[in-house]
């Protein structure tokens, strides 16, 4: 009973919860459920103390765990680490209106770490189709298209040929396969699929994954054998998963643009990384209306190489990704000898209690084959009926029978056979810094409400509608519902403005502050930190993960946490965030924020994202003047310039409170628990 406070002790000694209590609410983290009525009659009289214990045990339960309002003993953030072997479960979702907030915001955050946020210029596609061949039922040709400035995507066409009228467009994504969308083998092959879809009546583009066969600007493994750039790549989210995800958006441009394609009947379809590719389109594309993500969509394996970026999965994972389809139909095939062997049981249950909110359960379905990790006969044709039903409207399962197939010579297939890349082809080099100046442009036009809400989404940062906090004299200790998180500090009341002082040695260092000693003999109330890992909040970490492989460099181990987990820079923001959240709600009639030394940069960043006014005082030079080299070696954030950088920060945080709107995100209370991690 130690866990249950004396109130809670109090109401049960009342009789106001007991066995015989009528309507009884019971709540677990994130999700309230509806009151129950128990009676009991008298025969049953003897269970009266078994029940009592069993709500005891229930209340006992749900105060221990953050999210009940009770601050954790150990911040959570210090482990341990969610990362891309975690199992990780999906939370419960009560209403649509909860999951489309939700959802919202996993787009907008896949859209910020691809480093799509906003989208690129779509420049003009160029299209180079060429060296037409027709087969029996179908016509292959070669494509080039310029998806960025100088960059070129390759890839095929397959069409059907003897059907007149517009037809569904089908995007083809390949995997990790040796031969890429050449792939031909029992396991898979990708212009086995794209020749079958065709003479079923299928406009299909074939397109390559960066650094395969015809898409040779930039090598696939660029930064490494592990598919992350180098530090300064990553401030600016340029990364191989960005680049294929916009390639992905470019393709469905191209087959829109066709005058043989319906431009609202598309279909995606690809499996391993190619099925990554797929529900990370379909996500963010509301153009997507069909999808099958074959071998992929999985809790217990999120993906390497191409198919992350750091800042990606923080607070969710490819499930619930897959889940943004909803509630268009969706097609998940699993294997049983693979990552996807529990998704009949597992995961897509998960993704069909999406559905569920939209009353569309049908519309997603679920086929395993006995096999190990492929895109076989059995696999394809599960997709080629789902497909029939959904893009061409025929349920006659008996005319998707695969059909026999030939594939074509490389010479004929590959597009750079024999050519060269198109003379204001750029290199890999050239492409980053197109990027950093198109970003910068976009930056210097975007309104401040657009950047406030990208620098949020680099962040991660979060503006809590509550804070607890456990005073005990001067010392107090806050926390957000829910996350798991203890900032604590000394808070000194009074009356007046309120101050919040922030320095990188801790609470104790901003006492002893000019400001503090000035609000503390004023008798203003004056709030002072231990930010993340500093002074008092200094404590023991788990380690990383251990690297899955030898080839995995100690940075590159330190890049994959970033995907599923915020760093030391993000989460000082965060504190400083729920440290002015807390003053905020506490009726302050106005904050001074002041960072002293290093918190100083900390500080203009959570002024920046506050969804309160905020008066930022610069006290000290700390020479940061957001170049690259020092975002890297002091305040190292994924996308951070991406987002608009410091610049974009120091209009932020002294602009006035007219240029801040309400959240189009609400605040963590209000939305779903994070998954549900299985260590």
Not at 257 to 262: A, F, G, M, N, T
Request: charged letters at 20%; proline letters at 7%; one cysteine or more.
């Amino acid at each position: 009973m130690s866990c249950v406070s004396n109130a809670v002790l109090s109401i049960v000694k009342s009789g106001e919860i007991a066995a015989s209590t009528d309507h009884v609410v019971t709540r677990r983290t994130h999700q309230c459920l509806e009151p129950s009525q128990f009676r009991v009659d008298a025969e049953f009289q003897t269970l009266q103390h078994a029940i009592q214990k069993a709500f005891l045990a229930l209340i006992c339960t749900a105060l221990a765990t953050p999210g009940f309002g009770q601050i954790p003993t150990r911040d959570s953030r210090n482990g341990p680490f969610p990362n891309g072997g975690t199992h990780f479960k999906m939370p419960v979702y009560a209403t649509r209106a909860e999951w489309e907030t939700h959802a919202e915001h996993l787009r907008q955050q896949i859209l910020s770490a691809a480093g799509l946020s906003p989208l690129p210029e779509r420049v003009p596609l160029n299209p180079q189709i060429t060296s037409r061949i027709e087969q029996n039922g179908y016509s292959v040709e070669k494509v080039l298209l310029q998806t960025l400035p100088g960059f070129y995507l390759g890839g095929n066409l397959y069409r059907p040929v003897g059907k007149p009228g517009r037809h569904p467009g089908i995007a083809s994504p390949h995997g990790h396969w040796q031969y890429g969308r050449l792939e031909n083998s029992s396991t898979v092959s990708v212009p086995g699929r794209c020749i079958n879809f065709a003479r079923q009546g299928y406009v299909v583009f074939s397109y390559d994954m960066v650094g395969y066969d015809d898409t040779i600007q930039v090598p696939h493994e660029w930064g490494g054998p592990h598919g992350f750039g180098d530090l300064r790549q990553e401030l600016w989210s340029f990364n191989t998963m960005g680049l294929q995800l916009w390639d992905s958006m470019r393709a469905i441009d191209f087959l829109q643009s066709l005058p043989d394609v319906d431009p609202e009947r598309i279909g995606v379809t690809g499996a391993s990384g190619g099925g990554t590719q797929t529900f990370l389109v379909s996500a963010v594309d509301p153009r997507v209306k069909v999808a099958a993500p074959v071998n992929m969509i999985s809790a217990i394996m999120q993906g390497g190489d191409c198919e992350s970026a750091e800042g990606l999965r923080v607070g969710t994972f490819n499930v619930e990704i897959g889940a943004l389809m909803a509630p268009r139909p969706l097609l998940m095939v699993s294997a049983t000898g693979d990552w996807t062997r529990n998704t009949p049981h597992d995961e897509f249950p998960a993704v069909q209690s999406i559905y569920r909110l939209y009353d569309k359960p049908e519309l997603v379905e679920s086929v395993q084959v006995d096999a190990p990790h492929n895109y076989n006969k059995q696999s394809r044709e599960a997709v080629y009926r789902f497909f029939g039903r959904h893009l061409l409207g025929d349920t006659d399962s008996s005319k998707f029978a695969e059909q026999r197939f030939r594939v074509e010579k490389l010479q004929d297939v590959l597009a750079l056979h024999d050519r060269k890349l198109p003379e204001n082809a750029v290199d890999r080099t050239q492409l980053f810094e197109q990027w950093v100046a198109a970003a910068q442009r976009q930056a210097a036009s975007s309104a401040p409400e657009d950047l406030r809400e990208r620098l949020s989404l680099a962040l991660a940062a979060d503006w809590p509608s509550r804070v607890l906090s456990e005073a005990d004299g001067e010392r107090i200790v806050l926390s957000r519902p829910g996350k798991g998180d203890r900032v604590p500090g000394i808070w000194i009341r009074g009356k007046g403005p309120a101050t919040l002082i922030v320095d990188p040695k801790g609470s104790e260092a901003a006492r002893q502050s000019p400001a503090a000693r000035d609000s503390i003999r004023a008798g203003r109330p004056v709030l002072m930190i231990d930010a993340f890992q500093t002074g008092n909040a200094v404590a023991h970490r788990d380690p990383m993960n251990e690297p899955p492989s030898e080839s995995y460099t100690r940075e590159a181990v330190a890049q994959e946490f970033l995907v599923y987990n915020k760093g030391d820079a993000a989460n000082r923001v965060q504190d400083v965030l729920t440290a002015l959240a807390f003053l905020s709600q506490s009726g302050a009639s106005s904050i001074t924020l002041e960072g002293l030394g290093e918190a100083d940069v900390w500080c203009i960043f959570a002024a920046a994202v506050a969804k309160t006014p905020v008066t930022i005082k610069a006290t000290s030079k700390t020479d940061f003047h957001g170049e690259d080299n020092e975002f890297i070696d002091r305040f190292f954030v994924p996308g951070i310039q991406r987002a608009g950088g410091l610049k974009a920060a120091t209009l932020l945080a002294t602009s006035s409170k007219d240029t801040r709107r309400k959240p189009s995100l609400p605040p963590s209370a209000q939305v779903a628990s994070a998954p549900i991690i299985e260590h």
